[in-house]
């Protein structure tokens, strides 16, 4: 069974990255430039997973996540954060709005593969 997982990041060349590792790995990846891009795409579209960046233009990834998670059919997706963030209170935030697993960035592909995988047993 084919998984779809939407990446959401503001950088093209990550996107990019990203898309071609898990690509390789035989998922389906969506992109999406931001939070708003987002949640745009989401509407009427399933997806397995979201991995998405925290810092974005129009919404950033704390408020996407947020957005999720008040949402029935959101919140049990898991959603990881791909991002340069390592703060603890960054992490910690995001743990209490429902982030299911943070990843800081530059990322080694097979652990990516890995996480996902994790995720979607």
Same mark, same amino acid.
């Given at each position: 069974?084919?998984?779809?997982?939407?990446?959401? #990041?503001?950088?093209?060349?990550?996107?990019?990255?990203?898309?071609?590792?898990?690509?390789?790995?035989?998922?389906?990846?969506?992109?999406?430039?931001?939070?708003? #891009?987002?949640?745009? =795409?989401?509407?009427?579209?399933?997806?397995?997973?979201?991995?998405?960046?925290?810092?974005? /233009?129009?919404? #950033?990834?704390?408020?996407?996540?947020?957005?999720?998670?008040?949402?029935?059919?959101?919140?049990?997706? /898991?959603?990881?954060?791909?991002?340069?963030?390592?703060?603890?209170?960054?992490?910690?935030?995001?743990? =209490?709005?429902?982030?299911?697993?943070?990843?800081?960035? /530059?990322?080694? /592909?097979? =652990?990516?593969?890995?996480?996902?995988?994790?995720?979607?047993?």
């Amino acid at each position: 069974m084919e998984r779809n997982i939407l990446i959401v #990041d503001d950088s093209e060349s990550m996107r990019q990255l990203i898309s071609y590792t898990l690509m390789g790995a035989g998922f389906k990846v969506l992109e999406a430039v931001d939070g708003k #891009d987002a949640l745009r =795409k989401l509407n009427g579209t399933k997806v397995d997973m979201i991995i998405s960046d925290l810092n974005m /233009p129009k919404i #950033d990834g704390l408020c996407l996540l947020k957005a999720l998670r008040n949402h029935s059919a959101f919140r049990f997706i /898991p959603i990881v954060m791909l991002t340069t963030e390592a703060q603890l209170e960054k992490v910690v935030e995001a743990k =209490k709005a429902g982030v299911s697993g943070w990843i800081v960035k /530059p990322f080694k /592909p097979d =652990k990516l593969v890995k996480v996902v995988k994790k995720f979607l047993k």
